[in-house]
């Protein structure tokens, strides 16, 4: 997967061509999701639209929607950036995320075939080789692949939007603090999670996906700590 390509524009359908204001929505998207446009860093629509390739007018219907996402803000003067995390947004996310993603996990984990545990086995496995490698790009996207593939069996699609746009507001803090602190800072819950699904044990899913949640969100506020 291309590090800004997100899941829901690999999945769609073969040879199908995207609109092009899909297609620069769902690139500047992975870039604010991966962490390439860092938090507070300020960047032009003009420059956006030489950097992307794109006309004006899907540039701007993309950062229209990734405002409403809460993924950019208006800066004025035609400039947009991804905003800043302060430490009572971190408070907020830490909430909703426990909220959400543990239900998402116990939703889910009645509805999981043994095939597709075996899916997110491998990219769990790919994941642990991008922590071992200090490989952060790839130890992002395996991470949100992670969780996104874990969530799409819940067959709830309004709690999966929600979880994912609160993986946009701290994505761009998640790359800069590995940055900082390096990959094998991050261990995961996954296999504690995955374990859970095996056993169809929903609570133990939620229970695990809390602590993963708490774990990850807790070295992201110790990690924008040390770089203020």
Avoid at 31 to 59: D, H, K, R
Avoid at 94 to 114: G, W
Avoid at 173 to 185: N, W, Y
Wanted: glycine share 8%; with cysteine.
């Amino acid at each position: 997967m291309n590090p800004t390509q997100t899941d829901a524009s690999s999945d769609a359908q073969p040879g199908a061509k995207l609109p092009a204001h899909e297609t620069v929505y769902q690139t500047l998207r992975g870039q604010i999701l991966f962490g390439e446009l860092a938090p507070g860093q300020a960047v032009t629509i003009q420059g956006l639209v030489e950097s992307l390739g794109a006309g004006m007018t899907p540039v701007r219907e993309a950062i229209r929607r990734l405002i409403s996402d809460g993924a950019l803000v208006f800066q004025g003067n035609r400039r947009v950036s991804v905003p800043l995390l302060r430490d009572s947004d971190l408070d907020e996310l830490i909430y909703a995320r426990k909220t959400i993603e543990c239900q998402l996990a116990r939703l889910a984990t009645s509805k999981v075939s043994a095939e597709d545990i075996a899916e997110l086995e491998a990219i769990d496995a790919a994941l642990d080789k991008a922590i071992s490698s200090g490989d952060v790009a790839g130890y992002l996207v395996q991470n949100y692949r992670f969780h996104t593939r874990l969530y799409s069996h819940a067959d709830a699609p309004i709690l999966s939007d929600l979880a994912d746009r609160l993986w946009l507001r701290f994505g761009p803090s998640l790359r800069v603090v590995c940055g900082r602190l390096g990959t094998q800072s991050f261990p995961d819950r996954h296999k504690d999670i995955i374990e859970a699904l095996t056993r169809k044990d929903a609570e133990l899913a939620a229970l695990a996906m809390e602590r993963d949640v708490a774990q990850g969100m807790e070295q992201v506020s110790q990690g924008l700590d040390q770089g203020s």
